[in-house]
């Protein structure tokens, strides 16, 4: 093992594997390794450019005798060994004479280090397990690796972020995380922990993350290299703030993003859409977006109206403008092998292939192929028909569905994209999906740009994206878990995320429990990023089987509107749109905060409170920005809540006016038209008139 140096990148070569170690922007270090002549090229999510910084490297020529080889003769066995620092302002890099890596603070304090148990010479761990910390093996009669990468565990570590898993828990020490995405499922691979550094494993292959308590392990089944970003920071906004600038930042949230949106599965024409939006204004009530959901279309792939009915989509637009209301069109990439553009599209390598079988990847509602969403000539391509039958009437934002995407089954060692196998790559599909919409829009000459997209990878946000967690059951379990699965989003950089209110499967409308559980969500929806309301709502409609052109009609749930509840629940809802309204020059403000330092808009305790032990605790409350305390309601029957409130700080109960000193757990009312809602250090804010 040997070290070299190119400019401020440090290399340590060793054999066939060479590894590369270098600033990546203020108090950051991205890590590479391969075992192939030429570094792979691909820098996937690290992409932005990074100013330069005043990084320095030394070397150190130590003593590594060996004490195993003590004797009297110890001069005739003494060996010495070079070990290297590399300092990029808080965080330093300490390479040891056997080429393992140590990082730590500005104050000297370990962050993380490699884990290695080899007894080469002398170490630490003079163990002879033989396992080392970077491994890439052969895949046999292939140019590809396996890839593992370990690190040390620490009992005091709390690990945060990683995207969106449904899952209890928002401390992902002790979990082993599929590297994968599915429907409800996205993977966004950086971690902010305890300690003091954030991490980010620049890899878009299928493989798992495990956070376990004798060490941590990231694996990738089938890749070229590895590639990861590491940076220090003496706060959580701190650590955010340099990973979204090595990432992107979300760009400034349109003001129609800001307040209500009205969804339901499904409106099935204009008319039953254009009268829901109609008697939401007539009853003085704010909507700035109205959803148009899947099936409007001729057939999947065709990304244009059914025209009869949706006779005149540029009428119905301008309607809606004048209302006030944006209108959002679903958008699926699954392209139906009877669709008027299936021809073209198989004949220009625009779809997913598969390496065994066929190529259909779905059969609901007709036999589909995905479009390739990494083939940036196949964005194009959809673009131009969504501009051609959507954005020439006058539709700004698009539903981009299905953006996992959603195979069935999973079987990701059988796909293949324009960027290489989908094992390799898949987990960046969804941002290839945004990455052509947003493209289209700006070229355009939009400025405003919002995509609503059923997933999202590292990266995703910088172009528009606004997450939401898929189709999740309707229960106050999936409720707790949304919670867990927002926060974790934001800490993981994606600071536009929404759930569907009250649940997307199985909320029946006239069942009580359900109408409990829809106000509690609603409630919670008026404090989270984006305001929407969503759902299947069974029973579905018992309509004829209707056909057009032999292709079969999709029937719709159960109505979804405000009024559709009873009248009691009508004025709680009622009531949260008006909140919602005031609060907008609040929310204004932190979206732009989240687009200038990428500060995520709803937040765990621990992000503004990063000193008090006690909130990095909590997993049933969150910070709403700067200045609120959000505690939501997620069981059944509660009348009260218990709340903990961060030291540091003076809470004010938005409802019962009664202020506290924080450091303390407090048990509040929580009648059913009342969330907890705590205002900082004698902010106001009109909440609860």
């Not at 906004?237 to 979300?250: D, F, H, K, P």
């Not at 939401?280 to 109205?290: F, Q, S």
């Not at 779905?362 to 028909?385: H, I, L, R, S």
Request: proline share 5%.
């Amino acid at each position: 093992m040997h070290f070299e140096q190119d400019g401020d990148r440090l290399i340590i070569r060793e054999g066939i594997s060479q590894v590369w170690i270098e600033p990546w922007g203020p108090n950051s270090l991205r890590v590479r390794m391969t075992k192939e002549t030429q570094m792979d090229a691909n820098d996937w999510a690290l992409e932005e450019k990074m100013p330069k910084t005043d990084a320095t490297i030394t070397y150190e020529e130590i003593d590594v005798t060996d004490p195993w080889y003590q004797t009297p003769e110890y001069e005739k066995y003494h060996q010495t060994g070079t070990q290297a620092t590399l300092v990029n302002g808080k965080i330093t890099a300490k390479i040891s004479h056997e080429g393992w890596i140590s990082f730590y603070n500005q104050k000297g304090e370990l962050l993380t280090e490699e884990y290695w148990r080899n007894r080469n010479r002398i170490n630490r761990y003079c163990v002879p397990l033989r396992v080392d910390a970077r491994e890439l093996k052969p895949i046999m009669g292939t140019n590809d690796f396996a890839l593992t990468a370990r690190f040390e565990a620490f009992d005091d570590e709390k690990i945060f972020g990683m995207g969106q898993y449904q899952e209890a828990h928002m401390n992902k020490k002790g979990a082993t995380l599929e590297l994968a995405h599915r429907n409800s499922q996205a993977s966004v691979p950086f971690m902010v922990s305890s300690r003091g550094y954030g991490f980010f494993w620049n890899n878009p292959a299928i493989g798992t993350a495990t956070f376990g308590t004798n060490k941590t392990e990231w694996h990738a089944n089938s890749t070229k290299k590895l590639d990861y970003f590491i940076t220090a920071g003496d706060t959580p906004a701190e650590i955010e703030a340099q990973y979204s600038l090595a990432t992107g930042r979300t760009p400034m949230m349109p003001e129609y993003g800001m307040g209500y949106w009205q969804c339901k599965l499904r409106y099935r024409n204009q008319e039953e859409l254009l009268a829901v939006a109609r008697e939401h204004k007539k009853r003085g009530l704010p909507m700035d977006a109205i959803v148009i959901d899947f099936f409007h279309w001729t057939r999947q792939g065709d990304f244009r109206f059914e025209p009869r009915d949706w006779p005149d989509p540029a009428a119905m637009v301008k309607e809606l403008k004048e209302l006030g209301i944006e209108l959002v069109v679903s958008v699926w990439p699954t392209i139906d092998e009877q669709s008027s553009n299936y021809g073209v599209m198989a004949e220009n390598g625009y779809l997913v292939n598969a390496d065994r079988c066929n190529a259909i990847h779905m059969t609901w509602m007709g036999n589909t192929t995905f479009y390739d969403a990494t083939n940036p000539k196949a964005q194009q391509f959809v673009w131009e028909q969504c501009k051609e039958h959507y954005y020439d009437y006058g539709i700004r934002c698009f539903w981009l569905d299905e953006a996992e995407p959603e195979y069935g089954p999973y079987d990701f060692d059988n796909y293949r994209y324009y960027e290489g196998p989908a094992v390799q790559c898949t987990n960046r599909y969804p941002v290839g999906y945004a990455k052509g919409f947003y493209d289209g829009l700006k070229k355009e000459g939009e400025t405003d740009i919002m995509s609503l997209v059923r997933c999202a990878w590292a990266g995703s946000q910088k172009y528009g994206v606004l997450t939401w967690s898929g189709d999740i059951y309707s229960s106050f379990r999936a409720m707790r878990e949304q919670l867990q699965a927002g926060l974790s989003m934001g800490m993981a950089g994606i600071p536009w995320w929404t759930s569907d209110i009250g649940g997307f499967l199985g909320g029946n409308i006239a069942d009580p429990h359900f109408k409990e559980l829809l106000v509690r969500w609603f409630a919670w929806g008026a404090f989270c990023p984006v305001f929407r309301m969503h759902g299947e709502r069974s029973p579905w409609y018992e309509r004829e089987q209707e056909f057009i052109n032999g292709v079969r009609q999709l029937t719709s749930g159960q109505d979804n509107e405000v009024w559709s509840f009873g009248e009691d629940n009508y004025e709680i809802l009622k009531k949260y749109l008006f909140i919602r309204e005031r609060l907008r020059p609040y929310i204004r403000e932190c979206m732009k905060a989240a687009s200038e330092s990428g500060a995520p808009v709803m937040r765990p305790l621990f992000y503004d409170f990063p000193e008090d032990k006690d909130s990095w605790e909590i997993e049933d409350a969150y910070m709403f920005g700067p200045d609120l305390l959000v505690a939501p309601v997620m069981e059944e029957g509660v009348t009260e809540r218990s709340v903990y409130l961060p030291k540091g700080a003076a809470w004010k109960d938005a409802y019962t006016k009664k202020t506290y000193e924080g450091g303390q757990r407090v048990t509040v009312p929580a009648p059913i038209d009342i969330i907890p809602v705590f205002m900082r250090d004698g902010k106001e804010y009109d909440i609860y008139e």
